[in-house]
């Protein structure tokens, strides 16, 4: 396992995936990436986004591209095909399921947020010139004709993901390891 996006920050500790905020959360809490620390930190979160949602922007991201120089993305069916074809392992990491970067760490329900919750209840006061906690939103819609077959078989793939992302909808519990350290 790399130490990518798993960010730490003072006794903060989030972890955010490709193509469901790390870009923000990244510019936002800086670059200082380590797994061994995030384990350590007195506060940890982690920030996920709805797997189809997060499979479409991924889809804008690579139309009309190749992934890996052998998948030329035309279609949400070849990102689904791409996916399908490979072990979560060696998948680009746009398309690596959130649960595979994990890496075998399985987050409690009290650590993981929507990206809308999470940017509503900064976990850090950060200063006005680094304040860049915004949502991206893809500007791109992408065409959502597939294939029910294939969704399916990625669907049950990607289950774990659909459960953390199922958690994370949910309003914390009292107690819970809140953003405000609350």
Excluded at 98 to 103: D, E, H, K, M, V
Excluded at 116 to 129: E, G, I, R
């Amino acid at each position: 396992m790399t130490d990518e996006y798993w960010i730490v920050r003072d006794d903060c500790g989030i972890k955010t995936f490709p193509r469901a905020g790390s870009t923000t959360i990244l510019h936002t809490y800086g670059y200082g990436q380590s797994y061994e620390r995030w384990l350590k930190a007195p506060r940890q979160f982690i920030v996920v986004r709805n797997p189809w949602e997060r499979l479409l922007s991924a889809y804008n991201l690579f139309s009309g591209k190749s992934i890996e120089q052998k998948f030329k993305v035309t279609s949400v069916d070849d990102c689904i095909d791409y996916i399908l074809s490979r072990d979560q392992e060696k998948c680009d990491i746009h398309f690596r399921s959130q649960w595979a970067q994990l890496g075998g760490y399985g987050p409690s329900p009290d650590i993981l947020y929507d990206m809308k919750y999470f940017l509503a209840n900064p976990p850090l006061k950060v200063s006005h010139y680094k304040r860049f906690l915004w949502e991206n939103r893809t500007g791109r819609r992408a065409d959502e004709i597939f294939t029910i077959s294939k969704y399916e078989e990625w669907k049950k793939l990607y289950s774990n993901d659909f459960v953390m992302w199922d958690r994370a909808k949910k309003a914390p519990k009292e107690g819970a390891n809140k953003p405000d350290g609350s």
